[in-house]
């Protein structure tokens, strides 16, 4: 696999591998390309590049790699929330299909409940860290609080995931922790996920109406 790996990069070049990766997170937020491939441009690709660093760390640099993702990962959320700022609603209401619907409804009470932290741990949830950002800029956040969300949230995910996926390669004795924080990953996205649901759950109303579509105005 290794010896496939050399080839493959000796062809193409570390630079177009960098820039395949960092092009697929960036358009993962950026162009809602995550909402219908979420595991190509999420985690599993962060971590499956990190390997591919790990195997071959002559040809791939574990920190250019990781620090590209991080900016393509800022990046990325940076447009979705001047998209949602100045689009407004109607950017979202053109998304079609009743999974993405459900969704942005979805998302919405998730940034009213979490307001700040939505934009921080929306990132490692897939269809949160596609719809948090417009939904941000559509709901009024002010933009430097955005903006500090969106740093510390992005930066971390895109830093940890792709190292993970690089000592799990890379170490054999690190392999074991690299794999135990991986899961730690996952299991705390997806009790994220179901905490922002379980609340969702309390806060409507007596009458069994959902959410309402308006966003809540954080500033």
């Given at each position: 696999?290794?010896?496939q790996?050399e080839?493959l990069?000796?062809?193409?070049?570390?630079?177009?591998?960098y820039?395949?990766?960092?092009g697929?997170?960036?358009?993962?937020t950026?162009l809602?390309?995550?909402?219908v491939?979420p595991?190509?441009?999420?985690?599993s690709?962060?971590?499956?590049?990190?390997?591919?660093?790990?195997?071959?760390?002559d040809?791939i640099?574990?920190?250019?790699?990781?620090?590209?993702?991080?900016?393509?990962?800022?990046?990325?959320?940076q447009?979705?929330?001047?998209?949602g700022?100045?689009?407004?609603?109607?950017?979202?209401?053109?998304?079609?299909?009743?999974w993405?619907r459900?969704?942005?409804?979805?998302?919405?009470?998730?940034?009213e409940?979490?307001?700040?932290w939505?934009?921080?741990i929306?990132?490692?949830?897939?269809?949160?860290?596609?719809?948090v950002?417009?939904i941000?800029?559509?709901?009024?956040?002010?933009?430097?609080?955005?903006?500090?969300?969106?740093?510390?949230?992005?930066?971390?995910?895109?830093v940890?995931i792709?190292?993970?996926?690089?000592?799990?390669?890379?170490?054999?004795?690190?392999?074991?922790?690299a794999?135990?924080?991986?899961g730690?990953v996952?299991?705390a996205?997806v009790?994220?996920g179901?905490r922002?649901?379980?609340?969702?759950?309390?806060?409507?109303?007596?009458?069994g109406n959902?959410?309402?579509?308006?966003?809540?105005?954080a500033?």
């Open positions: 696999m290794t010896q790996l080839d990069l000796a062809h193409a070049g570390p630079i177009l591998f820039l395949a990766v960092w697929l997170v960036f358009v993962g950026a809602f390309v995550g909402i491939l595991f190509v441009t999420g985690d690709l962060l971590f499956a590049a990190g390997i591919v660093s790990g195997l071959l760390p040809r640099s574990i920190v250019v790699l990781a620090a590209g993702v991080a900016v393509a990962a800022i990046a990325g959320d447009v979705g929330f001047l998209l700022r100045r689009l407004g609603r109607p950017y979202l209401t053109r998304r079609t299909g009743r993405t459900t969704a942005i409804r979805r998302t919405e009470r998730f940034y409940l979490f307001g700040w939505s934009v921080v929306g990132r490692y949830i897939p269809w949160g860290r596609v719809l950002p417009p941000a800029g559509i709901g009024g956040m002010a933009y430097w609080r955005f903006l500090t969300a969106n740093v510390v949230g992005a930066f971390s995910w895109g940890l792709t190292v993970i996926g690089y000592f799990a390669a890379s170490d054999p004795t690190v392999r074991p922790i794999y135990a924080v991986a730690i996952i299991v996205s009790v994220a179901i922002a649901w379980a609340l969702d759950r309390r806060r409507r109303d007596p009458a959902g959410p309402t579509d308006a966003p809540h105005q500033s």
